[in-house]
């Protein structure tokens, strides 16, 4: 069982292996653009509202608080416990998506989501608006995989509770507790990464 | 043991093939060995389909004209080759055939760490393989096999999107292959089993595996912004609104070097198993092999730029590669030398597997070799996107890992099917395998230097000559694969009975009667000795 | 297995997460020139380390665990320097304004 519970755990490090690179993939797209275009990017921040990405950061950083407090019950065989923070990790998962759809939306209606009506108005420098569409797509695909990544870890979550309230884990069983709350931290990890590089470019730069 | 006396041949001991039978008791079987099999038929399949294409194209370059196919059905002919051989046959072939098979049994395991995850990761190769047959059927893709934007991404009227879908779908096979074997050989060798007493076989299985996690989630990503590029039109490798075509190659490229690396470790694990058994000795300076494995994988990931020396990146940055280029040879002359070196004072037969071996050496030294001079910048400058290339590729390729394939295919042969297959068909298969290919591939090295580039579907007249034989040799290259085709089919139901070790090989897998029983072990084996301890024959007359 | 952390330790941790959160915030608000992205990575890389000592326990886990832990992160830099030795050698970044 233990043995078990090892190659488990390594396999989840050994995938979340692939994740860091799948995302870092996208992270050196960015950081490259970032660093050809810096005052394209820059501008770009009038468009973000940093307010609601670092409530989204807050949102995520409670969230891995009750996953890792709801592991902490599995192994102590807490059931009510566990069931708890599931669900209240569940709920901010779910409020993150949530405050991700209200920005969406206001993109949306900002005429700021490329080809679905993008339109950046920079008259004095025109290449700015093609090179701020670049960061939107980069935006839109970072925090778009970031969010696919949300879905099936609240997929996930809703698989463990159900096991949960079988009663299937135990002191000596809560594999798939502890190997489900490693994805999530990591997806939290993600985000705790892509809010500074996304919504805090260029806060004090007023340059357009 | 069965008492019923009947046809000798009912007279099977259990084994994972007999066990059960039925369909579901194939695709829904969570045992190592026959998810192996399951693979070895998908990816025969998928490369004779490859083949074709690959006829296709020697047929076109018959003649210096374009006369049978013009260039854009050329192109999706060399482009399809590419995508069927690279993602679909070379990345999983070892690793998911032998290493399936082999892995956990030569570590002393019963199966490997996730068997469900093993076979899903079956299931997904079949459907990554669905999206490229269509992609073929619908009409093809011509961008190459390597995507390059803007062409991929913007201005090819073919089915890049399907194409590129079921690379990424393949991709996460190699993932979850990978995952599983780093996983199985951390926590499940046997008690003795410890890493130094490792088959070369699983070390090189392991650092391939390092390289499929660690680089395929970057193709993953690379494709998947090329199709929602295509998609979408909005983009960060279309140079029309800033973008930069160059960074598509490095990002593909961060992933596809590496991959080749995938594609030869394991045809290297092959090649120390068989050599020390038909050299009835132990391999040479084992930790180096082994540590050569690991610095081949960790190297190959800082080596990727010497596929972009005239695309426009910079000098510095190529002269960064091509140093790390020259370094990255090292380990594998080492590995080389030590295989020599094993044969030295070796008591050697000429088995087929062994002719397998000696094709490899031989032909996997010019393929490593011409790659020096393509990391030679000045070189590289004359014969990039030349024949030179294909060539070289050719040789570390298929003279590299389609006859270390072949050769742990006959080697194995015995063990996966409990049959041993027609000796004088083999050695005759692998003399023309051997010359076709030679025959195929070195007149390609004397037209690259001459000048003939790459994926154009016609040529100067002056090269015909040099291209009629390099059609004639794939002519003889095609039997010599169609040939075992054949006879292992033969001896699967006509082929004498094996024995637990035709080969008098050493090996865990090997303590087992061939085919193996479904859970490979009666009792969990404890290790002893080291591994290839074949000196002690002369003492104890092991056999 | 290993020992578990007491609730007391998770929240601790949470609100130090919080708290650099805000520090990123805020900080983001002031002008720092080039040093701005420089801190906003720091205060993101000093979280991440918490979230993998702390709440994914790798701060009791097996010297293998940390190896692969860290072995992702590694690569990941190992990608990002190696394009940037293109992309910087190619003279297009704008010095001193790439921040």
């Given at each position: 069982?233990?043995q078990q519970f090892d190659s488990a755990t390594l396999g989840m490090w050994v995938f979340l292996l692939t994740e ?155 594999t798939p507790?502890e190997i489900s709350?490693l994805y ?25 | ?111 490997l760490a996730f068997p469900r995850i093993n076979?899903l990761s ?53 993932i979850l292959t990978g995952l599983n074997f780093i996983v199985t050989v951390h926590k499940m ?20 595996s390092?390289?499929?996690v ?330 | ?63 293998l665990t940390?190896?692969f832990a ?30």
């Amino acid at each position: 069982m233990a043995q078990q519970f090892d190659s488990a755990t390594l396999g989840m490090w050994v995938f979340l292996l692939t994740e860091i690179m799948f995302f870092g993939g996208m992270f050196g797209a960015y950081t490259v653009y970032r660093g050809l275009y810096p005052e394209a990017f820059a501008s770009t921040s009038q468009f973000m509202n940093p307010l609601f990405g670092a409530m989204n950061t807050a949102v995520l950083i409670v969230s891995s608080l009750t996953m890792a407090l709801a592991v902490r019950a599995a192994r102590l065989g807490e059931q009510k416990a566990l069931q708890l923070f599931l669900i209240f990790t569940m709920i901010f998962g779910l409020a993150f998506l949530v405050i991700k759809g209200f920005e969406y939306h206001e993109h949306w209606v900002d005429m700021k989501v490329p080809l679905f009506g993008g339109h950046w108005d920079y008259s004095e420098a025109p290449q700015f608006a093609r090179q701020a569409q670049i960061m939107f797509c980069f935006y839109f695909f970072m925090t778009g995989f970031h969010a696919l990544h949300m879905v099936v870890g609240l997929g996930l979550m809703t698989t463990i509770f159900l096991m949960a309230r079988r009663g299937t884990f135990s002191p000596s069983y809560f594999t798939p507790v502890e190997i489900s709350g490693l994805y999530w931290h990591f997806v939290d990890i993600v985000w705790i990464f892509l809010f500074p590089l996304l919504y805090l470019i260029g806060r004090t730069k007023k340059l357009i | 043991m069965s008492t019923v006396l009947q046809d000798p041949r009912a007279v099977e001991a259990p084994n994972y093939l007999n066990q059960e039978y039925g369909w579901k008791s194939w695709l829904f079987t969570k045992d190592h060995k026959r998810i192996a099999v399951l693979y070895i038929i998908s990816i025969t399949v998928m490369f004779f389909i490859g083949g074709i294409f690959a006829s296709l194209i020697r047929l076109e370059l018959l003649t210096p004209q374009g006369d049978l196919v013009n260039s854009d059905t050329y192109n999706k002919f060399f482009t399809m080759h590419g995508i069927v051989m690279v993602f679909f046959f070379l990345i999983p072939s070892i690793p998911a055939t032998l290493g399936n098979f082999f892995v956990p049994m030569m570590i002393g395991a019963k199966d490997l760490a996730f068997p469900r995850i093993n076979l899903l990761s079956w299931y997904i190769y079949i459907a990554g393989a669905i999206f490229a047959l269509a992609a073929i059927v619908l009409g093809g893709v011509d961008t190459g096999w390597t995507f390059y934007t803007p062409f991929s991404s913007t201005y090819s009227n073919t089915f890049v999107i399907t194409a590129a879908v079921g690379v990424f779908i393949a991709g996460f096979s190699s993932i979850l292959t990978g995952l599983n074997f780093i996983v199985t050989v951390h926590k499940m060798r046997a008690p003795g089993m410890t890493w130094g007493r490792l088959p070369l076989f699983v070390w090189a299985n392991y650092a391939t595996s390092l390289i499929q996690v660690l680089g395929t989630p970057v193709v993953a990503i690379t494709l998947a912004l090329v199709g929602l590029e295509r998609a979408f039109h909005i983009g960060i490798f279309d140079p029309a609104i800033g973008g930069d075509p160059i960074l598509f190659q490095h990002m593909f490229w961060f992933y596809s070097h590496p991959a080749v690396y995938i594609m030869i470790l394991p045809g290297m694990g092959v090649i120390s198993e068989i050599i020390t058994c038909f050299s009835r000795k132990a391999i040479f300076g084992y930790p180096f092999v082994a540590g050569s494995s690991l610095g081949i994988a960790i190297i190959g990931f800082l080596v990727w730029g010497h596929h972009m020396f005239v695309t426009g990146m910079s000098m510095y940055a190529s002269l960064y590669f091509s140093l790390l280029s020259f370094l990255v040879a090292v380990p594998s002359a080492i590995m080389v030398f030590n295989w020599t070196a094993t044969m030295f004072r070796g008591s050697i037969s000429f088995d087929t597997p062994m002719l397998y071996v000696f094709g490899f050496i031989g032909l996997f030294t010019i393929g490593g070799l011409t790659g020096l001079f393509l990391a030679t910048l000045g070189v590289d400058v004359h014969v990039t996107d030349t024949y030179f290339v294909v060539a070289h590729f050719h040789y570390v390729m298929v003279g590299g890992m389609v006859l270390a394939y072949l050769g742990g295919m006959h080697f194995w042969w015995p063990k996966i099917t409990g049959r041993l297959y027609p000796e004088g068909w083999a050695k005759f298969a692998c003399l023309l395998v051997f010359a076709g290919f030679n025959l195929t591939f070195f007149p390609q090295f004397i037209l690259g230097y001459l000048g003939q580039p790459r994926r154009y579907h016609a040529y100067a007249p002056e090269f015909q000559v040099l291209n009629v034989m390099s059609t004639a040799g794939a002519t003889i290259l095609g039997l010599g694969y169609v040939i075992p085709l054949i006879y292992f089919l033969w001896s699967m139901k006509y082929g004498p009975k094996a024995g637990d070790n035709p080969w008098r090989a050493k090996g865990l897998e090997w303590e087992t009667t061939s085919p193996p029983p479904t859970y490979n072990f009666e009792k969990t084996p404890i290790v002893t000795e080291e591994a290839y301890a074949y000196h002690s024959e002369k003492e104890t007359h092991v056999g | 297995m290993h020992s578990i952390p007491s609730v007391r330790t998770y929240v601790t941790i949470w609100a130090i997460l919080t708290i650099m959160t805000f520090v990123t915030y805020y900080v983001a608000q002031i002008e720092l020139g080039a040093w701005n992205i420089v801190v906003a990575l720091l205060i993101a890389f000093f979280k991440m380390m918490l979230v993998i000592l702390f709440f994914m326990n790798v701060k009791a886990e097996s010297p293998l665990t940390k190896l692969f832990a860290g072995a992702g992160f590694f690569w990941m830099i190992l990608l990002l320097g190696q394009f940037f030795i293109d992309y910087v050698s190619r003279g297009w970044m704008p010095e001193g304004k790439m921040w």
